[in-house]
């Protein structure tokens, strides 16, 4: 098992926010870091999906970064909620 250190930044407005790799969501802290674990080792080459969704005003935006070891496997930098909505999500596939 990988263990990935996830880190979140959530901009101004954004109302709340949810994430899972592979299906499992991370243990997060109050300052926007957490923890999951994965199928595969850090750097075998590994498929694996992350899902994200969050709420807020139009504009707001969220950032993520999924690392392994220290390195990074994954960067959402700016997702944005569109105007006129008030939610977005996406999904990344990344490799270990």
């Given at each position: 098992m990988a263990s990935l250190q996830v880190e979140v930044r959530p901009g101004a407005r954004v109302y709340g926010y949810s994430l899972f790799v592979d299906g499992v969501p991370p243990a997060m802290d109050a300052d926007h870091?957490?923890?999951v674990s994965c199928?595969?080792?850090c750097g075998d080459g590994s498929r694996h999906s992350l899902l994200?969704?969050?709420?807020?005003?139009?504009?707001a935006?969220?950032?993520?970064v999924l690392r392994c070891r220290g390195?990074?496997?994954?960067?959402i930098?700016?997702?944005?909620?569109?105007?006129?909505?008030?939610r977005y999500a996406g999904r990344r596939v990344f490799d270990l």
């Open positions: 870091r957490g923890e199928a595969g080792r994200y969704s969050f709420t807020g005003a139009a504009g935006t969220l950032g993520i390195r990074e496997v994954c960067r930098a700016a997702a944005r909620i569109p105007e006129g909505a008030a």
